[in-house]
Structures are given as structure tokens and as C-alpha cells.
């Protein structure tokens, strides 16, 4: 004989899963009854499903395969006398499940005295079987499975809870929205119940010039992916569509399967929750909805201003050293080119996160100090002279003079990037003279990087050179111009660095 049986109830009112009801008795009639008795049964659009175990010991491996059991009657007498009521501590204490409703059954009401039984043991209820009628029998399920209900919310709300908490801390670590949106949306879920639904939450916003952004804050379930850290998603085209014409109606939409909450938070702006249901929402769901879209989504909105000051800072970073490229008539794609590499060899030197996401825009101000060194000496085709190579070689002091008087970390680590590109590992680089590991890692990394791309490139001074020219140039000068540790790594890597340059060839190129 199997250990024990599992038999479906109603379970077709919705989607959702059903509730589990276990049934612990060495009678086979009791089973059958209860089964019958409760077959048709339905909670909050959700059927029963019936798993059954004959002795204290099958009960043991019933709960241990079902952690997610509602409610379980359990008799009292089966294998030996008290073994029902050993199985209550077993579920309690070595299990640690103080989530199930366990309602004891007993034929011998005499045998196990019910004052006694309720004050020694965690039970929810304790029935002789004579008296559980039809009726009543329905009427205790329906008690104890909402309580159950109520118990798994809790648990659910205290872990959302410590989820929000975790993510908060994230944000204050990695400034990641996306991150503290998503565990946000999903306590809200928790807290109305929404099990199955799938909630995110997009704001809409009209700039001065007429363009219309949405951008995602947060995202549960299937649409998660959409708020990926890193990741720009757009949104799906029929949701899309569908936002629009609540923002166009100023509306909330309410269908069966759908909520769309509108929710003005400026004159040209708006927060959108859309949700996907199994069933429309009730008061009580709304006005927590309401809540939410009127206090957290004006923390999400906060945030994003934040971030897209961050990315406008970046970007700002982007054109400015693409004019300097521009007024050095380079050819283009040496600015994207160093950035690539750069953020290569920090990942192959197993630099912390923050500086890899650092010097990824650091990178890009290496020669800001150019913008002060006329076009004469710039644009000048041949070799310069004593003179005018001593002017061109403040750049690397005047880029760090630009860049100094921030405490931003971009433009920190730009004028560190700046002033000791130009330095050498030997001591007779520009403009302090600094060795070895007394020149700063960035910089040690950027002066790699700068001579590779510049050798590989056409300048006006010079033609490109051969891959196995700049690779024996570099074997040749480690120790002496160039870190050695980091010359190593970028040669062992080079068909990567290559790979890297393709992604942003020259225009003339």
C-alpha cells in the first residue's frame, strides 16, 4: 500500500492553487466521509485537494512531502493510543510548522481529556467525531483556512518586508532603482493577496520639447525582466498601447483580468500601476493601491530624478570628450575605444565594482587637458618641436587642474586619470616623475591603453601600426615605460583588446 493518497477536490473555479487538506485517521471510512463531506468546498475562488495518511508515522512523511498543508485532522488513537497527539508535537517542534491548522479527532473523547489536550499541545481545535456534522465540519474548515490565510500573509509580509529592508540597503550600496522597485512591488502584492497577479509600475513624463518617455521603476513576475539592472527594456507593445489610452481617459481601468491605476503626479506628469489579475480587486485592494501609488511611488520618482541626474552627468562626460577628440581631429572612436579597454584589464586586475563602474567614464576625460593646448601644436602634422613638447605636456597637469576641485568620483578619478596617464614605470614619465606602484593603478591602466589604441590607429603624424609591432613594442618596454603586471595581462588578452577597438573603429578607418 502507497503511504498515502492525494484526491482532488473542486478545483475549478480559478487558476489559483488549491487548498491542501490533509486527513491523518487508521480509519478508511472517516477518509471517505470527510472527502465527500468537503469535496465541493471553496475558499476565495479556490477549490480543496485531499492528501491522506492511516498511522502517526505516514502522517510524519505526509507533512515533511506537503509543508503547504492548510489544515489536517489528526486523530488521536491510531497505531498506539496518544500517537495523534505525539504527531502534533513532531509537526511543531522537529518540523517547526506552526503555520497548519491542526483540528484533533477522536472517537474516545474519555482517553485524551480536552481541557488537558488544548493546554499541552498546539492545536487549533479539538472535535470528537461524533459531533462534527456536516455542517460543522464545513464551518471549522472554514475557520481554520482563514486563518491559515491570515498566518501565510503575515510570513509573507515579514519576508517582503526583509526583502524591502536588504534592497534599501542595495540601493544605498549600488544606487540600483530597478532592485528596490521590484522588492517593494512584490510586499504589495503580498500584502493584497495577489499571489498569481503580476504588477509593475511605470511613470510617463512630457518634456519641454513634446517627446513622451515610460520608463519601468519596478516589476514582478513575468514582466521582472523588464527592470533588469543594466538593462534598458522596452515595454511590450500591447501594454503599451494599453497605458496610453488611461493616460489619454485620465482614468483608472478595471477589467476582470486587468487594474490600471492612474495617477497624476504633475502637470506633465504621471505614475501608471498596471496589474494582472485573476479576479477583479476589491475595496480593500484598491485603496491599498491607492496608498501605495500616493507615498511609495513618490520615493520611486525621487529616485529616478536622482539617476537620471547620474546619467546626464555621464552623458555630459560623453560630449565633452568627444568635442576634445574632435578639436584634436582625431578620427573618432578613440574615447569609446579607451573605455572599453580600460573597463577590461580593471575586470581582468579583479578591481572592486565601484571602480570598474568608475572609471568607465573616468576614462573618457584622460585628455581634457587638451583643450588648452593650441590648435598649432595640436593639428601639427610632424615631429614638435623642444618647445612645443614641453607645451603639449601640460596638458596632463591642466587636466587634472580642471577636474580637481569636484568631490564627484567620476571627476576624481578623471583628474587622477588625467595628471598620470603620462607618468612611466621607470620614473621618467610626465609631469611628476612618478614609479612604479607610486602611479596610481588608473593611471598605470590608461597609459596601456592610450599607447596601444594610439599605435593601432592613424593619426595625422603617423600611420597605423602592425598588431605584431605594438605587441612586440609593449614586450619591449614593460618594466620600463608600462606596468609590467598589467602589460602581461593585456598582451595574454589581446585578441580581446582587438575585439574590443572593432566595436568602435575610427571614421577613416
Same mark, same amino acid.
Given at each position: 500500500?502507497?503511504?498515502?493518497?492525494?484526491?482532488?477536490?473542486?478545483?475549478?473555479?480559478?487558476?489559483?492553487?488549491?487548498?491542501?487538506?490533509?486527513?491523518?485517521?487508521?480509519?478508511?471510512?472517516?477518509?471517505?466521509v470527510?472527502?465527500?463531506?468537503?469535496?465541493?468546498?471553496?475558499?476565495e475562488?479556490?477549490?480543496?485537494?485531499?492528501?491522506?495518511?492511516?498511522?502517526?508515522?505516514?502522517?510524519?512523511?505526509?507533512?515533511?512531502?506537503?509543508?503547504?498543508?492548510?489544515?489536517?485532522?489528526?486523530?488521536?488513537?491510531?497505531?498506539?493510543?496518544?500517537?495523534?497527539?505525539?504527531?502534533?508535537?513532531?509537526?511543531?517542534?522537529?518540523?517547526?510548522?506552526?503555520?497548519?491548522?491542526?483540528?484533533?479527532?477522536?472517537?474516545?473523547?474519555?482517553?485524551?481529556?480536552e481541557?488537558?489536550?488544548?493546554?499541552?499541545?498546539?492545536?487549533?481545535?479539538?472535535?470528537?467525531?461524533?459531533?462534527?456534522?456536516?455542517?460543522?465540519?464545513?464551518?471549522?474548515?472554514?475557520?481554520?483556512?482563514?486563518?491559515?490565510?491570515?498566518?501565510?500573509?503575515?510570513?509573507?509580509?515579514?519576508?517582503g518586508?526583509?526583502?524591502?529592508?536588504?534592497?534599501?540597503?542595495?540601493?544605498?550600496?549600488?544606487?540600483?532603482?530597478?532592485?528596490?522597485?521590484?522588492?517593494?512591488?512584490?510586499?504589495?502584492?503580498?500584502?493584497?493577496?495577489?499571489?498569481?497577479?503580476?504588477l509593475?509600475?511605470?511613470t510617463?513624463?512630457?518634456?519641454?520639447?513634446?517627446?513622451?518617455?515610460?520608463?519601468?521603476?519596478?516589476?514582478?513576475?513575468?514582466?521582472?525582466g523588464?527592470?533588469?539592472?543594466?538593462?534598458?527594456? /522596452?515595454?511590450?507593445? &500591447?501594454?503599451? =498601447?494599453?497605458v496610453? $489610452?488611461? #493616460?489619454?481617459?485620465? @482614468?483608472?481601468?478595471? *477589467?476582470?483580468?486587468?487594474?490600471?491605476?492612474?495617477?497624476?503626479t504633475g502637470?506633465?506628469?504621471?505614475?501608471?500601476?498596471?496589474? /494582472?489579475?485573476?479576479? &477583479?480587486?476589491? =475595496?480593500?485592494?484598491? $485603496?491599498? #493601491?491607492?496608498?501605495? @501609488?500616493?507615498?511609495? *511611488?513618490?520615493?520611486?520618482?525621487?529616485?529616478?530624478?536622482k539617476?537620471?541626474?547620474?546619467q546626464t552627468?555621464?552623458?555630459?562626460?560623453?560630449?565633452?570628450?568627444?568635442?576634445i577628440?574632435?578639436?584634436? $581631429?582625431?578620427?573618432?572612436?578613440?574615447?569609446?575605444?579607451?573605455?572599453?579597454?580600460?573597463?577590461?584589464?580593471?575586470?581582468?586586475?579583479?578591481m572592486?565594482?565601484?571602480?570598474?563602474?568608475?572609471?568607465?567614464?573616468?576614462?573618457?576625460?584622460?585628455d581634457?587637458?587638451?583643450i588648452?593646448?593650441?590648435?598649432?601644436?595640436?593639428?601639427?602634422?610632424?615631429?614638435?618641436t623642444?618647445?612645443?613638447w614641453?607645451?603639449?605636456?601640460?596638458?596632463?597637469?591642466k587636466?587634472?587642474d580642471?577636474?580637481?576641485?569636484?568631490?564627484?568620483?567620476?571627476?576624481?578619478?578623471?583628474?587622477?586619470?588625467?595628471?598620470?596617464?603620462?607618468?612611466?614605470?621607470?620614473?621618467?614619465?610626465?609631469?611628476?616623475?612618478?614609479?612604479?606602484?607610486?602611479?596610481?593603478?588608473?593611471?598605470?591602466?590608461?597609459?596601456?591603453v592610450?599607447?596601444?589604441?594610439?599605435?593601432?590607429?592613424?593619426r595625422?603624424?603617423?600611420?597605423?601600426?602592425?598588431?605584431?609591432?605594438?605587441?612586440?613594442?609593449?614586450?619591449?618596454n614593460?618594466?620600463?615605460?608600462?606596468?609590467?603586471?598589467?602589460t602581461?595581462?593585456?598582451?595574454?588578452?589581446?585578441?580581446?583588446?582587438?575585439?574590443?577597438?572593432?566595436?568602435?573603429?575610427?571614421?577613416?578607418?
Amino acid at each position: 500500500m502507497s503511504l498515502f493518497k492525494k484526491s482532488d477536490g473542486n478545483t475549478t473555479q480559478s487558476n489559483l492553487a488549491p487548498w491542501k487538506i490533509a486527513i491523518i485517521d487508521d480509519e478508511s471510512g472517516v477518509h471517505d466521509v470527510t472527502i465527500l463531506t468537503l469535496r465541493k468546498f471553496n475558499f476565495e475562488r479556490r477549490g480543496v485537494t485531499f492528501v491522506s495518511a492511516y498511522s502517526a508515522k505516514e502522517g510524519l512523511a505526509l507533512f515533511k512531502e506537503h509543508p503547504d498543508i492548510a489544515l489536517a485532522f489528526v486523530d488521536v488513537v491510531m497505531e498506539t493510543d496518544d500517537a495523534g497527539l505525539k504527531l502534533i508535537d513532531q509537526i511543531r517542534n522537529e518540523l517547526n510548522n506552526h503555520s497548519t491548522r491542526l483540528i484533533l479527532r477522536t472517537g474516545q473523547p474519555g482517553q485524551a481529556p480536552e481541557e488537558e489536550v488544548i493546554r499541552q499541545y498546539d492545536i487549533n481545535d479539538y472535535k470528537a467525531k461524533t459531533e462534527l456534522s456536516s455542517m460543522k465540519l464545513k464551518s471549522c474548515v472554514y475557520t481554520a483556512i482563514r486563518s491559515y490565510r491570515d498566518i501565510k500573509t503575515i510570513e509573507k509580509s515579514k519576508q517582503g518586508m526583509e526583502d524591502v529592508l536588504k534592497s534599501s540597503s542595495s540601493v544605498l550600496e549600488s544606487q540600483s532603482l530597478a532592485q528596490f522597485g521590484s522588492a517593494v512591488l512584490k510586499q504589495i502584492l503580498t500584502l493584497l493577496n495577489l499571489n498569481s497577479s503580476v504588477l509593475y509600475l511605470s511613470t510617463q513624463h512630457t518634456d519641454l520639447y513634446g517627446d513622451t518617455k515610460m520608463t519601468v521603476l519596478g516589476a514582478s513576475g513575468d514582466l521582472v525582466g523588464l527592470c533588469t539592472p543594466g538593462i534598458s527594456a /522596452e515595454i511590450p507593445k &500591447p501594454i503599451e =498601447d494599453e497605458v496610453k $489610452k488611461v #493616460l489619454k481617459s485620465k @482614468a483608472h481601468y478595471q *477589467s476582470e483580468n486587468r487594474f490600471i491605476g492612474y495617477y497624476p503626479t504633475g502637470k506633465v506628469s504621471h505614475n501608471i500601476l498596471y496589474i /494582472e489579475l485573476d479576479g &477583479p480587486l476589491d =475595496d480593500l485592494q484598491r $485603496k491599498t #493601491l491607492e496608498m501605495f @501609488a500616493s507615498n511609495v *511611488s513618490v520615493i520611486f520618482e525621487n529616485l529616478t530624478q536622482k539617476e537620471d541626474i547620474q546619467q546626464t552627468q555621464k552623458e555630459l562626460i560623453m560630449v565633452l570628450s568627444d568635442a576634445i577628440e574632435m578639436r584634436s $581631429k582625431e578620427t573618432g572612436g578613440h574615447v569609446k575605444r579607451v573605455i572599453l579597454m580600460t573597463e577590461f584589464l580593471s575586470e581582468k586586475l579583479f578591481m572592486s565594482q565601484e571602480f570598474i563602474e568608475t572609471i568607465r567614464y573616468a576614462a573618457a576625460l584622460h585628455d581634457v587637458g587638451k583643450i588648452s593646448i593650441p590648435e598649432t601644436i595640436l593639428h601639427k602634422p610632424g615631429k614638435l618641436t623642444e618647445d612645443e613638447w614641453e607645451v603639449m605636456k601640460t596638458h596632463a597637469q591642466k587636466g587634472y587642474d580642471l577636474l580637481s576641485g569636484t568631490d564627484r568620483i567620476v571627476a576624481k578619478m578623471g583628474a587622477v586619470i588625467a595628471k598620470t596617464h603620462h607618468e612611466k614605470w621607470d620614473g621618467s614619465g610626465y609631469p611628476e616623475g612618478l614609479a612604479g606602484d607610486d602611479i596610481p593603478i588608473e593611471g598605470r591602466i590608461m597609459a596601456i591603453v592610450d599607447v596601444v589604441d594610439a599605435l593601432l590607429s592613424k593619426r595625422c603624424y603617423k600611420t597605423p601600426w602592425t598588431v605584431e609591432e605594438v605587441k612586440s613594442y609593449m614586450r619591449e618596454n614593460a618594466g620600463k615605460q608600462f606596468d609590467p603586471v598589467i602589460t602581461h595581462i593585456m598582451l595574454e588578452n589581446f585578441d580581446r583588446i582587438l575585439e574590443l577597438r572593432n566595436q568602435a573603429p575610427d571614421c577613416e578607418e
